[in-house]
């Protein structure tokens, strides 16, 4: 099936800094991307949907000026946690609709963030 | 009342032994059904499609009921593998952007 990387796996970072996280498609173009997040022992929350060549698409409550999204080429898309805090520390996932058009969600491996 | 709901768990269980699980989802024009699996700290793969006919996949069953709005999982024969948290998750609908995830039951299968 399609692949799906994300990196990097694990961040440590200092309140007040701004990290980035990757997601590609390996094998296959992604025009669309969902960035998720995910708190321990909770569901995957959707935060927003990116859209290659446009504006994200942000869910209700997330941060856009935060939460800072870029879908550059048809098999990149980036989010960057903007001034992060510790309260954003949390396992962020990235995914990409199989583009057989099954309904399935491709995920990449995750990104675990923590901020000091 | 969250458009996505399980069995709360967490399920410590026997190898060897059936467990089922059960979903409901609130909203009835949901079109597409799924199971997924996540291993801790890890991403979600996909267990199967759940498909109205109701589906088998070796030890997995799935089976759907749209009038009840209910899904459920049915493992045989469990395995220490099978240990993981198992997430039901519907799509209202579009090319992905509707996805919801249930919060997850835990399983813990025990030696």
């Known amino acids: 099936g399609a692949v799906v990387s994300q990196h990097p796996s694990w961040v440590i970072c200092k309140s007040g800094t701004s990290v980035k996280i990757e997601c590609r498609s390996l094998?296959?173009?992604?025009?669309?991307m969902f960035w998720y997040r995910q708190f321990p022992k909770q569901s995957l929350m959707l935060m927003a949907t990116s859209n290659e060549g446009s504006k994200a698409t942000y869910e209700q409550g997330v941060e856009k000026d935060k939460f800072l999204i870029n879908h550059a080429s048809l098999t990149l898309s980036t989010l960057t946690v903007t001034s992060a805090h510790p309260e954003d520390s949390s396992f962020y996932i990235c995914s990409a609709p199989d583009p057989a058009r099954t309904g399935e969600l491709f995920f990449g491996e995750g990104s675990r963030l923590t901020v000091l | 009342r969250k458009e996505v709901e399980q069995d709360p768990g967490p399920f410590n269980v026997p190898e060897g032994a059936t467990v089922a699980f059960n979903c409901t989802y609130s909203?009835?024009?949901?079109?597409?059904f799924f199971w997924y699996r996540q291993d801790c700290r890890k991403e979600p793969k996909l267990l199967m499609s759940v498909y109205s006919s109701g589906n088998e996949d070796g030890r997995f069953t799935a089976q759907l009921n749209r009038a009840s709005q209910y899904i459920s999982l049915l493992i045989r024969d469990s395995k220490l593998s099978d240990s993981a948290t198992y997430l039901c998750?519907?799509?209202?609908?579009?090319?992905?952007?509707?996805?919801?995830f249930g919060p997850g039951t835990r399983l813990s299968v025990l030696p």
């Open positions: 094998d296959f173009q992604a025009t669309t």
């Open positions: 998750v519907v799509n209202k609908g579009g090319y992905g952007q509707n996805f919801v």
């Open positions: 909203n009835s024009a949901s079109q597409s």
